[in-house]
């Protein structure tokens, strides 16, 4: 059974800075392109970076030159550095693998004006 747990969302000031951790059981991180998604209520999820088998990284125009993702091999776990946050960043922020099966609950980030 493949799971994905997302954690280290939380309340900050735009400006501010949170760093997202997913952790997965039932699969290894690290051969798999691994996505971070969000969510804000009445809106589709949206992609906001992946990182890939071979560390390769992608991220969608509204996150670049703020957002870092990156993996932990050591700990299976794969992370969002999130930088300079605006309060359009609010959503609930996902991690999951290419399939798009298997989701965790999310971690909410909420950023203040």
């Known amino acids: 059974q493949v799971q994905f747990k997302e954690s280290g969302g939380g309340l900050v000031q735009a400006g501010g800075s949170l760093r997202l951790s997913c952790a997965a059981s039932?699969?290894?991180?690290?051969?798999?392109?691994i996505y971070w998604y969000r969510q804000v209520p009445g809106k589709q999820r949206e992609v906001v970076a992946f990182?890939?088998?071979?560390?390769?990284?992608n991220y969608a125009d509204s996150v670049k030159g703020r957002f870092t993702i990156s993996r932990d091999n050591a700990k299976n776990t794969v992370s969002l550095q999130m930088n300079s946050l605006k309060p359009e960043d609010t959503a609930v922020y996902y991690c999951?693998?290419?399939?798009?099966?298997?989701w965790g609950q999310g971690t909410q980030v909420t950023v203040s004006s």
């Open positions: 999951t693998d290419a399939r798009l099966t298997y």
């Open positions: 039932g699969i290894t991180l690290r051969i798999r392109t």
């Open positions: 990182i890939s088998s071979s560390s390769t990284t």
